[in-house]
């Protein structure tokens, strides 16, 4: 099993610890102090479950002893695939606690995504619900072992099947043994996935020291302590709702974490009036059914004081709607998954608030903004986001080609994204460099979709690429040239579902085209062909909007 590492050059790392960036707790340390320190305040609401921070600890201890019991051992990687229920807490501290790795996945990937996530991580392990939404993860649980059968253990939170159920662990560590020692601060505590701009998603470790640090200085920024009521209704697994601050910033300050099972405001505003919520986390597309919601709602909204944006870039027109319509405070987010994070804070003026996506975390996150050629642009002028810092990685695990394709030779990682900075070193996102699609906050490689649409007997080539969208911020569009009859639309989409594909990686539109033009050298850059393409979909939309 090839180990799993996050190593910064020591003078940084030295640096990192003098500043106090890095204090060396653990995650299964940061939940037994918020427990010792406030054992009856509740950590967890589900529903009519309540769940007290010394309730959240001693079953994540169960989970501890039991995953270990079950013939899992320290340095493990086990893919955790949950919805938002109770659940996910005790399995990912349980696993923090026996130094075992989850490999995070979200409710809406399947087979193809998972397979990737447990040979590249090379998992032993897998944790699901029983089902969701009318999917049945147990189904897909036997289909990966079938394919993997390294993943020989299979554990489900709910009516277990052929598998081995949470709760059965959990009496299996009633009487095993307690892990014998913890995690070092400085070691691996998870991996997360990238977006996937290329290909499927890359894995990013992530030690305990430097993601504790973003939760500690997230909380600050933020402004949540123990009388804080935060309501998750974006998946957990996503870095955004996860640390920014997310659940396990709120656990980190002591607040309280109510579940909501849909982020409709049908289902979340009756919360929000009856939990005295006063924080939570949306995307641009939620933002806005929220907004037209809310002008309608009976329902008491008064106790929400900060609403978090991040995902995807809010423009200004939708930002100016959030003062008057909810009576709230906003506040735009803008980071990854592999590291920088950045905010508008709380007492901005309006212009900034409304106008950047926020300024970062920590004073030692270094910020480049270069060309193509990575040379540094002048002040004010849009340039390629380049980054380094005390949470932000220095590599992907196991992936030596996309490790020198994302980093610089000094550690710098490139981000993707382009931004113009502001005198007062505030990000205002321009857009991606590369063929990365953001639909809504789900981020969508182009080139994945193609090799699948490749893959169907009816497609002689394929190119996707993205439409600015109003709801979404953007869609995705398949330009596909036929081999012989053309197949429909529609079954081109099914067959995108049935190889396994999380549905919002399914193209919103599929155009038909004769052939892509190539390159003055006669060749066809993929790059340049999208770019063309998205042209087009523009000037259609003008000439629409025109008649």
């Keep these: 099993m090839i180990p799993v590492s996050q190593v910064w050059p020591e003078e940084l790392a030295r640096l990192y610890r003098q500043k106090g960036y890095w204090r060396g707790e653990t995650f299964g340390s940061m939940l037994r102090e918020r427990a010792q320190a406030h054992p009856e305040r509740i ?50 501290f349980g696993l923090f606690r026996a ?27 897998y944790v699901i619900a029983d089902h969701q939404d009318g999917f049945d993860y147990r189904e897909l649980a036997t289909e990966l072992c079938q394919r993997v059968p390294a993943v020989a253990h299979v ?10 159920a949470l709760d059965d662990v959990s009496r299996a560590g009633e009487t095993a043994p307690a892990p014998a020692t913890g995690p070092q601060p400085s070691d691996v505590a998870f991996m997360q996935i990238s977006g996937g701009s290329t290909g499927l998603s890359k894995l990013i470790p992530r030690t305990h020291d430097d993601y504790i640090y973003t939760l500690r200085a997230s909380a600050e920024i933020c402004g949540l302590d123990g009388d804080n009521v935060f309501l998750v209704v974006l998946p ?20 309280r974490i109510v579940l909501c099972p849909s982020p409709s405001p049908e289902v979340a505003f009756p919360l929000i009036e009856r939990e005295r919520a006063d924080m ?44 008057p319509l909810l009576g709230v405070q906003l506040q735009q987010v803008f980071g990854m998954a592999e590291g920088l994070v950045n905010y508008t804070r709380l007492d901005d003026d309006d212009e900034t608030m409304i106008g950047t996506q926020g300024r970062p975390i920590s004073p030692d996150d270094e910020i480049r903004l270069v060309d193509d050629q990575d040379r540094d642009v002048p002040a004010g002028e849009p340039g390629n986001l380049l980054t380094r810092g005390p949470y932000t990685i220095r590599g992907y695990h196991n992936n030596p080609t996309a490790n020198a394709r994302s980093f610089t030779e000094d550690g710098f990682y490139r981000t993707g994204d382009i931004v113009r900075l502001t ?50 911020g953007e869609r995705s569009c398949a330009f596909i040239i036929a081999r012989g009859e053309k197949p429909r639309a529609v079954d081109l989409k099914r067959w995108i579902r049935e190889r396994g594909l999380a549905a919002f990686k399914v193209p919103d539109q599929i155009v038909f085209v004769d052939k892509f033009a190539a390159t003055a050298a006669g060749k066809i850059s993929r790059k340049e062909l999208r770019a063309s393409l998205r042209a087009m979909l523009a000037e259609q939309e003008q000439e629409k909007q025109g008649g």
Aim: hydrophobic share 45%.
């Design 236 to 255: 957990m697994a996503h870095n955004y709702p996860m640390s920014s601050p997310g659940v396990l910033g709120a656990l980190y300050a002591g607040s």
């Design 155 to 164: 554990f489900v939170a709910g009516e277990a099947g052929p598998f081995r």
């Design 423 to 472: 005198e007062r070193g505030y990000l205002v996102v321009q857009g991606r460099a590369g063929d990365h699609i953001n639909r809504g906050g789900e981020k969508i490689s182009a080139e994945e979709v193609e090799d699948h649409l490749l893959a169907h007997p009816g497609v002689f080539d394929a190119a996707v690429v993205s439409m600015p969208d109003e709801y979404l």
């Design 43 to 92: 950590a967890l609401v589900e529903g009519e479950t309540r769940w007290s921070y010394a309730e959240l600890d001693r079953r994540a201890d169960l989970l501890a002893a039991g995953f270990l019991a079950e013939g899992l051992k320290p340095g493990d990687r086990v893919i955790v695939h949950l919805p938002n229920v109770l659940a996910f807490f005790p399995v990912v």
């Design 280 to 323: 939570v986390s949306l995307v641009p597309p939620l933002l806005l059914v929220w907004l037209d919601a809310a002008e309608q709602t009976t329902h008491d909204l008064s106790s929400l004081k900060v609403m978090q944006v991040g995902g995807a870039k809010l423009i200004p027109e939708v930002a100016r709607r959030v003062r």
């Design 99 to 125: 130094g075992i790795l989850p490999v995070y996945a979200l409710p809406a990937h399947r087979i193809t995504e998972i397979e990737h996530f447990a040979r590249s991580s090379e998992a032993v392990g």
